[in-house]
């Protein structure tokens, strides 16, 4: 059952610890060494490589082991080392003589039965024999003996006794006492008397830990590279005692590792195919042994590792698992268990494939959909091969091809569960209308997340084609795949599509297709070609207040319903509710195992992060949604990945900005092959990117490429501000107009302040006002654009645009203003996280306080008696002309004491020693 495993000592370190005992065995009285480990820990194997030692010194080494058959004969570990040399001793209640049926009285007066002697007298000999053992052991050890005693948790109670003895009187003599247990196991008496003499000195203790990897391989005589010993190497020393188990214990030892925890003895027998009497005495010697464990009363036997199961597991002969696992499907169908209780041994029991089987999978991955799709697919395959070798194409196959697509997708494997789900719409029949609408719009979300738009769009609008007569409920998912798909990659969809989905949930009384409606009807708002605010912000609010009533398991249904609300949320400046939705979304992901969707979540939230901050967390979620999108081969969310760790690099790395323009183009190379335009993402990030880096030319460039031209005309009317804001900024650092273009009329006409298009139309003007040369008026669109952004909580882009009106105002010679709006700047820069824009404002800061500085120093030298009052200017200009203290005094009528008091005020604030440099001072200033 078990296959044979090779041991090996391999604890050199402790080894070492123990010679270096053997080194000095004899310069003082005799030692007690505990080795304490759990089961497979290596004891037995390190006694012996210490015995080995020790001979090779010239001791003798005798050894014992206990057990627990003989628990009950007196110092049975010592006389078992030393075969020979103690005499057999007593038990502590031995029969002696009958003497009749009464009780007698002892000595003391304790009442004992006739037959057994008092337990004083018993005792008064254990102690005589506790000495004479003591004698022998001295005598023994006189030329050094080195004494091992092992599994001594098992010893006698007088075995105990003598150790304990031993520990508190040592024999002066070289000998060395090594001592294995298993430290959980140890009777209290054992415990405490090896705790007295660990604090007495005379008991050194060393505890194995857990072996390492390359260790645990060395035991088996495996590579480190072996499945289960990567994962597990610890309990690897365990497969050689169970492999010298007798045969019925193996046999349950392999049963519970196939069954699992909570079984009893009876179901236990029947997958091990032993009789129940035969399974109880093993449980009964495995628990002793401490191999197994008894649950609560009532809930069975676990073994005592959680990771030694699949160990077992792996070691067990093939043929037998497999009959084990069908021996197991019988006891569970006895206890009523759950089909995903069925479904894992229907998977390993190699020959259980047939009718009923596949459908207790069925049912089983049916339930464990929206909990653990990626048990579900490794459920449903076998059963799809099965169905599919014994049936061919038909209905059975059909239904079974969709769910596993479903479980395939939903656990992030997205290139074989998008064929299969190909496949079944080439099958199904056209009157399942509303099975072929659910799986095309979950086949084109798949396209879409794998960058095959143009297949996306297709399947789509041939299967709305087919619906346009009647299209049942499901019809909304495809018009929300279609929309998800344009934003994914920067393409147009119909605008009328809201209109439409609402129609058709309101005539089915669909509450979740209500909530698909509600959502394209607040995207086509806000991005239609004028979007109006009111409009805009009425719908994103209903579309939330529906979705939050929904429970998690409704919404994980169509979790991009949340997504696409998030994205909403986001461009009309509403980042609270966007990260609100965002998270629950992820939560919602998460908690069901499912990944399909996660990146698209990840990157929505990193988003809301770079407007808000701090970047720390949008670094975070694009490095996940950057690994789960490599992982499910979604280009496209890896490459808005990307672009935000690119917008990361850029802001916080001091020489960053050639690793956000290599991060850049790395995220424009992601997207698919054939793909006509840019992607905003990366654009964005490439734009920016080069701006940083000082190429304001090929940054507009970028821009401009994206929107199709220096007025975006490929952009929704909402985003243009954006890319138009950072065209002008490119404009205004190389101090040009090279684009020409009237930010007045670029931006939307009414003042949209909740939106995203107002802070940054003001930060546009702002930049092109700037590079003018209307300083004054760019100052003002600043402040007016950095308090639209200070309401939307953006605290990066407010913090960018207090920078440049900085800027601006140390242009007009507004240094102390300045100086005022980069304290704000440095405070903003670190709450957002930019340590780039921190440093950019302390070093302007730093220069515009020293320019400051060398103008006040200018004017105090170019009106040095601005500073005094007039009755000092009144003295300065008396001393000036030289006359003397008293004729000042007299002059003005003052005190000689007044004027000198006078003088020294003047020095001290011109910052001169005499009378001649005042009126050295007094002449230049003239």
């Given amino acids: 059952m078990f296959g044979p495993a090779k041991c090996a000592v391999i604890r050199r370190a402790e080894l070492r610890s123990l010679v270096a005992a053997l080194d000095s065995l004899g310069r ?102 506790t000495e004479e053992l003591r004698g022998s052991l001295a005598e023994l050890a006189h030329d050094g003996l080195v004494l091992t005693l092992d599994d001594f948790h098992w010893a006698d109670a007088e075995s105990i006794e003598l150790l304990d003895h031993l520990i508190r009187r040592p024999i002066p003599a070289p000998l060395l006492i090594v001592v294995s247990c298993r430290g959980r196991q140890a009777p209290p008496r054992l415990r ?55 045969g ?53 036997y676990h073994l005592h590792r959680p990771d030694l199961a699949a160990l077992l597991y792996d070691h067990t002969d093939p043929q037998w698992r497999a009959g084990a696992h069908r021996r197991a499907l019988d006891v569970l169908a006895r206890h009523s268990a759950s089909p995903a209780a069925h479904a894992t041994h229907i998977d390993l ?17 049916e339930r464990s959909m929206w909990s653990a799709p990626g048990a579900a697919a490794d459920w449903l395959r076998p059963a799809y091969e099965s169905t ?38 080439q099958s199904a029949p056209r009157y399942r209308r509303r099975s072929r609408a659910a799986a095309a719009a979950f086949c084109g979300l798949v396209e879409g997340l794998l960058g095959h738009q143009e297949e996306a769009n297709a399947l789509l609008t041939a299967e709305l084609e087919e619906l346009a007569h009647d299209p049942p409920p499901e019809t909304v998912g495809i018009y929300v795949t279609q929309c998800l798909i344009a934003l994914l990659h920067g393409r147009p969809w119909d605008r009328t599509a809201g209109d439409a989905a609402a129609r058709i949930a309101a005539r089915h009384q669909d509450r979740l297709a209500e909530i698909g409606a509600l959502v394209l009807r607040a995207l086509c708002r806000v991005l239609g070609p004028v979007p109006g605010p009111e409009s805009a912000e009425r719908a994103a609010s209903t579309c939330a207040a529906a979705i939050d009533e929904m429970p998690d398991a409704l919404v994980a249904q169509h979790p991009e319903y949340l997504a696409l609300l998030g994205r909403c949320e986001s461009l009309l400046g509403r980042f609270a509710d966007a990260r609100r939705h965002f998270e629950r979304g992820i939560a919602i992901l998460r908690a069901a195992g499912h990944t399909h969707l996660l990146p698209l979540f990840l990157t929505g939230l990193g988003t809301v992060y770079a407007h808000i901050g701090p970047l720390d967390e949008m670094r975070r979620a694009a490095r996940e949604a950057r690994r789960i999108a490599a992982k499910t081969d979604a280009k496209p969310l890896y490459g808005a990945a990307l672009a935000l760790e690119s917008w990361y690099a850029a802001c916080t790395d001091r020489d960053g900005s050639k690793t956000a323009v290599r991060l850049a183009w790395e995220a424009i190379a992601a997207l698919p092959p054939g793909t006509s335009s840019w992607s ?88 092109a006002l700037r590079a003018q040369g209307e300083l004054s008026a760019a100052v003002k669109a600043y402040d007016e654009a950095s308090e639209l952004m200070s309401r939307a909580g953006m605290i990066g882009a407010r913090a960018k645009t207090l920078l440049a009106r900085a800027e601006c105002a140390a242009e007009l010679g507004r240094h102390k203003e300045a100086i005022d709006v980069l304290i704000t700047c440095k405070m903003l820069a670190q709450k957002y996280g930019s340590r780039r824009m921190f440093k950019t404002a302390v070093d302007l800061e730093r220069d515009l306080r020293s320019r400051t500085s060398e103008d006040a120093a200018a004017d105090r030298r170019s009106a040095p008696l601005g500073e005094l009052t007039d009755r000092e200017r009144e003295v300065a200009d008396l001393a000036g002309k030289g006359l003397r203290t008293k004729d000042i005094a007299k ?5 000689p004491r007044t004027v000198d008091v006078h003088l020294n005020r003047i020095y001290r604030k011109l910052e001169i020693r005499s009378r001649a440099e005042l009126a050295h001072l007094i002449a230049t200033a003239s």
């Fill in 891 to 895: 002059a003005l009528e003052l005190s």
């Fill in 680 to 767: 905003m993402a990366p654009c964005w990030a490439l734009a920016n990117a080069m701006r940083l880096v000082g190429d304001a030319q090929q940054s507009a460039s970028a821009v401009v490429a994206l929107g199709g031209g220096q007025s975006l005309p490929k952009l929704p009317v909402i985003l243009r501000p954006i890319y138009l804001e950072m065209l002008a900024d490119a404009d205004a650092e190389a101090g040009t107009i090279e684009h020409t273009w009237d930010p007045r009329a670029q931006v939307l006409p009414p003042s949209l302040p909740k939106t995203l298009l107002s802070p940054y139309s003001f930060a546009a003007r702002a930049h």
């Fill in 388 to 425: 599919k070798a014994r049936e061919g194409q038909g209905p059975a196959t059909d239904r079974l091809n969709l769910l596993f697509a479903r479980a395939l997708i939903l656990s992030g494997q997205l290139v074989e569960g998008q064929r299969l789900l190909r496949t079944y719409l």
């Fill in 349 to 365: 029991a190699q020959d259980a494939a047939g009718n009923e089987a596949t459908r207790r999978l069925i049912r089983a991955a």
């Fill in 28 to 129: 003082g009285p005799s030692r007690v060494i505990e080795v304490d480990g759990d089961r497979g820990a290596g004891k037995t194997q390190l006694l012996g490589e210490l015995r080995q030692e020790a001979r090779q010194r010239g001791f003798e080494t005798p050894h014992g082991r206990s057990t627990p058959a003989e628990q009950h004969t007196p110092f049975r570990a010592f006389t078992s080392a030393l075969p020979g040399r103690f005499a057999p001793l007593p038990p502590l209640w031995k029969p002696a003589a009958p003497t009749g049926s009464r009780p007698s009285l002892t000595a003391c007066g304790t009442v004992v039965p006739h037959g057994y002697r008092s337990q004083i007298a018993l005792k008064q000999e254990m102690s005589a024999d």
């Fill in 192 to 246: 405490g008397a090896l705790t007295k003499g660990t604090r007495l000195g005379t008991v050194a203790s060393m505890k194995l830990p857990s072996l390492a990897l390359q260790r645990a391989a060395s035991l088996l005589a495996v590579p480190p590279q072996h499945d289960r010993i990567s994962a597990a190497p610890a309990p690897h020393y365990i497969l050689a005692e169970v492999s010298a188990l007798p």
């Fill in 248 to 300: 019925d214990d193996r046999a349950v030892v392999a049963a519970l590792s196939v069954l699992g925890d909570g079984y009893g003895a009876h179901e236990l027998a029947l997958v091990a195919g032993i009789p129940a009497e035969a399974a109880a005495r093993s449980l009964n010697r495995l628990v002793s042994g401490g191999l197994a464990r008894t649950a609560a009363p009532g809930h069975g």
